[in-house]
């Protein structure tokens, strides 16, 4: 019975020790041009202590002497720093993450898409009347255009059916050898085994 008082006691004793090297540290959050960075989250791995800044920038933690700090906020770099460099400088000094963004016009006078495509459409658009110099009818120069594009269409469909592949195919044949195989395999080891 006079083991259970012992325990408590050496817990206790042990306790009080681990809590020896605990110490609260407070520091301060700068971003760019020394302006304070508030609501910055400061998170110490060891023991899941965390904190926030407040609006001036500063905050306070309970810390080990060889804890690191992570600090992270939205709009900065996040960084890790340890307590021993905050025990000699408090301030720490965050990076500004920047995105650059692709500058955007507004003008009232401004075209929808649908707008460029027609334009796009009008400059394309290819006039069949005969020309100056040029030796064909609009019923020539039209027959011409069609029997060019009727050309181009049928060497695409003819190197399409050329270059036929399909893959589902391709593995289905693939297990089916397999499949025979291992059944002749099994036949000629039936027999082997017979004789």
Known sequence: MKLIPFILLLFTF???FSQQDLFQIEGRI?????KPVADAYIF??????????????VFSIWVKPGDSLTISHVSYFRKTVTVHS???????????DTINIKGVNVSPNQKTD??????????????FRPQPGD???????????????NAVERAYSSSISLLRFSPSEKISNYFEKRKKRRKA??????KKLEK
């Open 86 to 96: 905050l025990l000699i400088n408090p301030i720490v000094q965050l990076e500004v």
């Open 44 to 57: 110490n791995f060891r023991n899941l202590d965390k904190n926030i800044t407040n609006s001036n920038g």
């Open 30 to 34: 700068i971003g760019a041009q020394m």
């Open 185 to 190: 395999k099994e036949f000629e080891s039936t």
């Open 114 to 127: 649908t707008e460029k495509a027609m334009e796009n459409i009008e400059s394309i658009k290819f006039d």
């Open 14 to 16: 042990y306790n009080s």
């Open 135 to 149: 030796d064909y009818t609009e019923t020539e120069r039209m027959s011409e255009l069609i029997s060019t594009e």
